[in-house]
């Protein structure tokens, strides 16, 4: 007997699929804008005050320094230059330029969910596409996101097209899938570094799987495009400090903050990072997890990995009512790590899967903010819905066999 539900169809849209994607997009874009208009303006903070700053002092004096009055390599120069931009055009066109940035942000966060259903439906058809835009639209933090001045939305905007174009490419093996994909990833890597690790390992995967020398290619491509668009910061690195910078100097200070088992903010007892040199502070963080592996060993093994798991993904980014905690939790937490799980082993959402596993396990060597599992939440939108929607389809599958 044939069997009616199983194929998932990822081929061309049919119309009444296009209708409602842009309707879905239409109403994100519509609810975007109206919290943008209806919340109350946020002051800037921390980090926002250092990127705003370090913006206006770009286009005032022509160089790069975060916090600082001289050039740095402090941060990578992707959201600078992307708030640069903003305001630039912001001054032409004689608008507020924080304003701008804004509403620019609403529009690359509603591309976000475009790109959310573009890669569910590789794993679960049109059904699991709207299933998980739907959820990354009204996901409460998604909605915040877009009025900070902050790396997150432009960063998870252009994270997901590297995740698209990966898929893409070890679909069809085109070497221009392959360029994209790199290209994505360096883009990526400039917005936020988190990311650069992952250059190589989905071709490693694949090669292990499949023995296909193809993949060895594409590899070589995908490198090459992420050098290009690397090296115009690698040559500023060097022509201005003398040396080779591959991305940015800021890791030590995540790095030493992370060594203060269950104080993320340095607040109880002496501080950990005061009088400590930037140069100095990765290997006082080392030394730190040594010794404190000596006289606690439990208590560290324990920081490191339920502590911080539970400071990362139990809590959403921001402060929300019951019901927005309950849906982070119980979808984009509980049904997003078990699709993840499943979905490791479907070739086309093995990647997204795994990226989820890999930036978790990264995370858990620095200090751990809820801020940073952000940009995997459209990720596990995606793992939720694609595990849904193979649950019901595997449940219709049973009842129409055993009519």
């Known amino acids: 007997m044939l069997n009616r539900y199983s194929p998932v169809k990822t081929g061309q849209m049919s119309k009444a699929e296009k209708i409602i994607l842009i309707l879905l997009l239409l109403v994100t874009l519509g609810t975007r804008l109206y919290y943008l208009y209806t919340s109350p303006v946020l ?16 286009l005032d004096q022509g160089f790069l320094g ?3 009055s001289e050039p740095s390599a402090y941060v990578t120069p992707g959201f600078p230059l992307f708030l640069a931009a903003v305001y630039f055009f912001a001054g032409l066109l004689h608008l507020e330029p924080l304003i701008t940035v804004r509403l620019v942000q609403v529009i690359i966060s509603t591309g976000s969910v475009f790109l ?3 890669i569910a439906r590789k794993g679960g058809g049109p059904a699991a596409g709207f299933l998980a835009a739907a959820l990354a639209a009204v996901y409460p933090p998604s909605l915040m996101a877009n009025n900070r001045i902050l790396t997150e939305v432009l960063y998870v905007f252009v994270l997901l097209g590297y995740i698209y174009s990966v898929i893409v490419a070890f679909e069809r093996h085109g070497f221009r899938w392959h360029a994209l994909s790199g290209a994505a990833l360096a883009t990526a890597v400039l917005v936020r570094p988190a990311a650069a690790p992952f250059l190589a390992v989905p071709y490693i995967i694949h090669f292990i799987l499949r023995r296909d020398p193809r993949i060895l290619a594409g590899l070589l491509v995908a490198v090459s495009a992420f050098c290009l668009v690397m ?19 800021q890791s030590g200070d995540p790095i030493l903050r992370g060594t203060d088992p269950y104080d993320r903010y340095d607040r109880i007892g002496p501080s950990i990072v005061e009088n400590v040199p930037p140069s100095e502070k990765t290997k006082v963080a080392f030394q730190r997890i040594k010794e404190g592996l000596k006289t606690d060993p439990w208590l560290w093994i324990k920081w490191f990995t339920v502590g911080k798991l539970s400071f990362l993904w139990l809590r959403p980014w921001g402060v929300y009512t019951a019901w927005a905690k309950g849906l982070h939790f119980w979808v984009f937490v509980v049904m997003g790590w078990l699709g993840a799980f499943f979905n490791l082993f479907d070739s086309r959402m093995r990647w997204p899967a795994l990226f989820v596993v890999f930036s978790t396990l990264i995370q858990l060597a620095f200090i751990p903010i809820e801020r940073y599992m952000y940009p995997l939440t459209p990720i596990m939108a995606i793992m939720a819905a694609v595990l849904l929607v193979k649950i019901v389809r595997k449940a219709l599958d049973t009842a129409w066999l055993n009519r």
């Open 66 to 68: 975060y916090y600082s």
């Open 231 to 249: 090296t115009p910061w690698w040559v500023r690195n060097y022509l201005v400090f003398d040396k080779f910078i591959m991305f940015a100097t």
């Open 116 to 118: 959310v259903y573009l």
């Open 43 to 58: 002051k800037l903070s921390h980090d926002e005050i250092g990127y705003h700053e370090m913006t206006l002092r770009f």
